[in-house]
């Protein structure tokens, strides 16, 4: 029995989240923590047209709302 790390886990939620196709899609801060390579595949997939979910992602990373066409700026 292995416990799973943070990164594991934040990988399995976004599986789940993708998997139930929900309407609307809250990724709140979760993709500051990933990796370069996890997070590119992540919005890869976030952004793929075959989703028609609202998204709406809160970052603190510059570099990671860059990846959105539409920002708003607290």
Do not use: G
């Amino acid at each position: 029995y292995k416990t799973l790390s943070t990164s594991e886990l934040q990988k399995l939620m976004f599986i789940r989240a993708i998997l139930t196709k929900p309407l609307v899609l809250v990724v709140d801060e979760a993709l500051d923590t990933l990796s370069e390579t996890d997070l590119a595949l992540i919005i890869e997939i976030l952004q793929n047209p075959i989703y028609t979910w609202t998204l709406i992602v809160t970052t603190r990373r510059e570099s990671i709302a860059n990846y959105f066409e539409h920002q708003i700026k607290l």
